[in-house]
Every structure is written in C-alpha cells, then in structure tokens.
C-alpha cells in the first residue's frame, strides 16, 4: 500500500506563486516515475509534470510545454517527497492537483497517461483569482 498526501494548495492572487508537495509513505513506495496532474471543473484530468525516481529514469523531468516555463517539479528522496513549484499563477490554473506514482514499466513513454500510475493522493485545490 502506498499513501500520497498532497499540500500546499490555497486561494492565491494571479501572478502568485505556490509549492506544492506530496509526502509518500508504504512499504512498497518504490516508483519508477512521479507526476502531476490537475483537474478543472468539467474537465478531464491533464498531466502538468513528471519527474524519474530511481532506476533507469533518474532525475529526468517532463512537462507539459505550456507551463514548462512557469512550473518546476523536484524530489526529495530522503523524504519520500516531490513538489511542484507554480510561479506567475493564471486564473486558468485554477484546479484540484493530485500526485500520482507509477511503477510500470511503460510510464517512461507514457508519463503524461494517468493509467500509467497506479497511486493517487486526494489532491488539493489550488484557486487563482483575477
């Protein structure tokens, strides 16, 4: 069993910046991958970031090139932890954000498919206003 529990999420001004993170525990908590999604109202869940655990992915980092100017993901092995660093927040930002955790052995070419991870955490709302 694996737990991911999201935080930092809040009601920020546009333009603001926010961390979030996502503080993993369980025996068996060894990805291959960790990502970021989101989820607006009425509509589908999308892939923000990923970054590579352990293994063969290492360190690398993939997002999604509209916000890869704005948005930086980084581990914290030791604490089981990644963040996503949001800066120069959009209202179009607005939206429920989940960590999820992946160990298959696809996700290295799927990373931005939410069927690859197979942990979610409960997420948390991030609210941009204007």
């Known amino acids: 069993q694996v737990q991911l529990v999201e935080s930092g999420g809040e009601l920020v001004q546009a333009g603001g910046s926010l961390r979030l993170s996502c503080a993993a525990s369980?025996?068996?908590?060894?990805?291959?991958?960790m990502g970021w999604f989101r989820q607006a109202p009425g509509r589908e869940r999308e892939f923000v970031a990923a970054i590579g655990w352990s293994g063969g992915s290492g360190g690398a980092k993939y997002y999604v090139d509209s916000m890869k100017s704005r948005f930086t993901i980084s581990r914290d092995n030791a604490k089981n932890t990644v963040y996503l660093q949001m800066n120069s927040l959009k209202p179009e930002d607005t939206a429920v954000y989940y960590c999820a955790a992946s160990s298959t052995n696809s996700v290295r070419y799927h990373f931005t498919s939410s069927s690859e991870y197979g942990d979610w955490g409960q997420g948390t709302q991030v609210t941009v206003s204007s």
């Open positions: 369980g025996r068996t908590f060894n990805p291959s991958i």
